[in-house]
């Protein structure tokens, strides 16, 4: 068994069926993230549309049921390819993108799950939709929203922000909650994840540039 296979194992069992695991496969050749794929995983996550492009078609020719979900931050010039290639986009921040997605999928007859990114530690590098702002975003947003992502601070404990999060989907009556990676899944499933990411847990330790 490889030791990604191991790894996954590991992680599933923590998981306890309470959520749906994203295998981040983020800076990974095809070659590593096959056995994954040969050991019953399907459900992936990859943060650049051109990254994903180079790997996934070929995957998907060898492997039926794939659902490939959007992590990373999205420009609009890039919106018809990311509408093509992905099942789910999870990094909804700005109307900008809402509109430019919302327009693809309708023009491409694919209609996406999509998530909104919550900026939940308020984090002027990090892409999200502020706190105070999910209201009004959602309110104008011209897509049918199915739930809410946030990436808590490196350095904070993540369980305030989960919980954000989890306050915010309930007050909008949305019920899907992606939340927690390698080192906080399990926090973040007490709090009612529905889809957790993890990458490096699975896949080993990544160079530190993803971007
Ligand atoms: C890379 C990434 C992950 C996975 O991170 P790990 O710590 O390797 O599990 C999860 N979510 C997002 C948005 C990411 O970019």
């Not at 056995?35 to 019953?40: H, I």
């Not at 702002?133 to 989960?162: T, W």
Request: proline share 6%.
């Amino acid at each position: 068994m490889s030791d990604a296979v191991t790894r996954l194992k590991a992680v599933n069992a923590k998981i306890g069926g309470r959520a749906r695991l994203v295998a981040v496969s983020k800076t990974f050749e095809a070659d590593e993230i096959v056995p994954v794929l040969e050991a019953g995983q399907r459900i992936f996550g990859e943060n650049r549309v051109q990254e994903a492009q180079g790997k996934w078609p070929g995957l998907r020719a060898r492997f039926e049921g794939i659902e490939l979900h959007l992590i990373g931050p999205l420009q609009s010039n890039k919106a018809a390819e990311a509408v093509a290639l992905f099942d789910v986009i999870q990094t909804i921040d700005r109307p900008k993108i809402a509109e430019a997605i919302a327009k693809e999928m309708a023009k491409q007859g694919k209609p996406l799950k999509c998530f909104v990114q919550v900026n939940t530690g308020r984090e002027p590098q990090k892409a999200g939709v502020m706190p105070e702002d999910v209201d009004g975003f959602l309110k104008s947003c011209p897509l049918a929203v199915a739930g809410l992502m946030c990436i808590p601070p490196a350095e904070d404990d993540p369980q305030p922000h989960f919980k954000m999060l989890k306050d915010m989907a309930t007050r909008h009556g949305l019920t899907e909650l992606s939340m927690g990676m390698s080192g906080d899944f399990e926090t973040a499933l007490e709090e009612g994840a529905t889809y957790v990411r993890v990458g490096s847990a699975i896949f080993g330790s990544r160079p530190k540039i993803t971007g």
